[in-house]
């Protein structure tokens, strides 16, 4: 990637297509993902409710009417089915393979990125929860091993491996410190992730300052696309993330849907510099705040 090419990732979450799906919403989506013509869509998992055949077929028709672009695709722990146990414990993403992606851990290789995608739905035991084995991290550390020096290394996996920042107390997935060691030593630059039901951009320092307190990775947590679900800062509402990854910067925009705009529209972004680089310093614009703060201050 060189110059001002950009990378454009379109970040959906937690679809969760069944009862607590919105149609409306899902229209929405779809008109704003035409719009924004990205280059990879990435879904963080919970495509279903319960895991049904039904369920999975409209998962399968909502991804198809997406803009026709490679996908990464990950499970969540609703695309396993819970109740059923027999075929929890039998063959519990027969169904998920079938009609979603046969690739549980899929690594996605495009011009100015290698994504890798883990698989964190825990059928047997941690299932709400998740869970990431060290054989995920080896696979991890052998897909990134040819990427090209200046292409972002991204993580994408339906839990989450740090907590929202608010008081509602999710479980962080067992091991995710190990994990988050193993992706620095990896040179990882960004997780995007779902299960939260909320939005949060952050980076892994905030929570697992570790061995290397340089740089950390930057989180990128996204709400429910489509679904009723939402929790804490997003309850009752939907949102997704567009990333856009040039050669020297990460940008994330946080796009959260409106009734009254009867559509998504931006609500924050969050900018990052790359690893070896830094956004320039702009000498007029910090005496400005300076300045203005000195006024607020007298
Ligand atoms: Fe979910
Ligand atoms: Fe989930």
Redesign the pocket.
Known sequence: MTGNQSLRILHLS?LHFGPPFLPKVGRALQEMADQLSPDVVVVS??FTQRAKPQQFIDAAQFLKQLPPVPQLVVP???DVPLYRVAERMLKPHELYRRHISEELNPVLRVDGAVIVGLDTSSPYRNI?N?RIHRWQLDLCSEALRSAPPDAARIVVA??HFAPAPDYLHDWTMPKARRAIDRFVELGVEMILG????RAYIGNSLDFFPGTDRERGIIIVQCGTSTSRRGRGREREKNSFNLVEITATSHRITHYVYFDEERGFTPFSQHTFPRPGHQFEHDVQQAAAVVESAEVVNS
């Open positions: 937690d998992g919970d969540g722990n609703h709400t998740g339906h839990h779902g299960h939260l039901h």
